[in-house]
């Protein structure tokens, strides 16, 4: 049962409760549907939006809602445990961003098409290094002994808001790619719109947890 503050009306503690335990049908959901939409492996394209979508909606929110007082599947394990498993997940993530990357610069190349040529494509590179640095920067949390003069606090402190910006940067480069050629063509109307909801309600939810957690928790100790 999650724990509510005792200045925290009751009806907002269980709202609260029920819109993060609600985020992951929506991300696996959103994830599925791309996958029916781009059909992968009937087009060397279609890898492309199948690997983002599985990396920044699923694998990546999954990751960070490991540390969820809410809503994490596994909220009663150590925090140490909590770790390696964000630490896999976020593994997963980069090596599908990376393959995803990958396949629309070849798709590019084999199409000669110019490469990086909209906000989408260079937001997308920009994520997609910033992900690979930022997992690199986890590495002395989970071996501590590597890093010397900096507190375990702060180096959790730092990087849950470095991984907070790459979320942000994953889900805009998801909303950018869904004014693609190929998405609107696909998916208009209303359809389009609740496609959109999806990235949002998740980085909202994503901002709220690493403010109460650790934004918030530093200002009130200062």
């Known amino acids: 049962m999650a724990q509510f503050s005792e200045s925290e ?25 791309i996958a029916v939409l781009a059909r992968p492996g009937s087009s060397l394209f279609s890898w492309h939006p199948v690997l983002m979508t599985l990396a920044f909606s699923f ?52 199409n000669n098409k110019s490469h990086f040529t909209t906000w989408h494509g260079l937001t997308g590179l920009l ?17 501590h002994n590597l890093v010397k003069g ?3 606090a702060k180096l959790k402190r730092y990087h849950a808001v470095s991984g907070l910006v790459a979320y942000v940067l994953g889900s805009g480069s998801l909303l950018l790619g869904m004014g693609s050629l190929w998405f609107t063509a696909s998916v208009r ?7 959109a909801v999806t990235p949002v309600l998740s980085t909202l939810l994503i ?16």
């Open 9 to 33: 009306p009751r009806i907002y503690g269980y709202l609260r409760v029920a819109c993060g335990l609600l985020v992951h049908l929506p991300c696996a959901g959103f994830t599925v549907f």
């Open 189 to 195: 109307g209303a359809g389009w719109y609740l496609a």
């Open 150 to 152: 900096w507190s375990l």
């Open 59 to 110: 694998f990546m929110t999954e990751a960070l809602l490991l540390f969820s007082p809410d809503c994490s599947p596994i909220r009663k394990f150590p925090h140490k445990t909590k770790g390696r498993f964000h630490w896999i997940l976020q593994c997963l993530a980069a090596t599908c961003a990376g393959l995803g990357l990958a396949a629309i610069c070849y798709n590019k190349h084999l």
């Open 127 to 143: 994520t997609v290094s910033y992900v690979v640095l930022q997992l690199v920067g986890g590495i002395p949390l989970l071996y």
């Open 207 to 222: 901002m709220n947890q690493v403010n109460n957690a650790y934004v918030a928790k530093k200002r009130f100790q200062s």
